[in-house]
């Protein structure tokens, strides 16, 4: 059975640093498109980073420069620095097992494996 197994998150000042890490369980890692997504309370889940087959990565606008995806054959990572508190959110791990991905995506509904979330909560 596949899953994703998020780990990583916390509490942190603002201006701290925490990484994200997206273990990959009944499968191997083999080129799928990958992605980090978080939700607030109250507002739509959003698109924070994604990685496809060839390494190529995409970032949301509100985390440029600050975070930064990678992946191995055992999981996906994000390094998340500079923190801010709007940054507070669940973060979720996806997947897309459908085959080899030519393009990262920021869109949810490209994504059919989701990992159960971890909080991250930001402090001013």
């Known amino acids: 059975q596949v899953q994703l197994v998020e780990s990583g998150g916390g509490s942190v000042e603002a201006g701290g640093a925490l990484r994200l890490t997206c273990a990959f369980v009944g499968y191997t890692y083999s080129g799928y498109c990958m992605g980090w997504f978080r939700q607030a309370p109250g507002k739509e889940r959003e698109g924070v980073a994604a990685?496809?087959?060839?390494?190529s990565t995409t970032y949301g606008d509100s985390v440029k420069g600050r975070f930064t995806i990678s992946r191995n054959n055992a999981n996906l990572s994000l390094q998340m620095n500079s923190l801010k508190p709007e940054d507070t959110a669940m973060y979720y791990c996806?997947?897309?097992?459908?085959?080899?991905?030519?393009?990262?995506?920021?869109?949810?509904?490209?994504?059919?494996?989701w990992g159960q979330g971890t909080q991250v909560t930001v402090s001013s």
């Open positions: 996806a997947a897309d097992l459908g085959g080899h991905c030519y393009a990262p995506t920021l869109s949810p509904s490209a994504f059919g494996f």
């Open positions: 990685i496809d087959s060839n390494g």
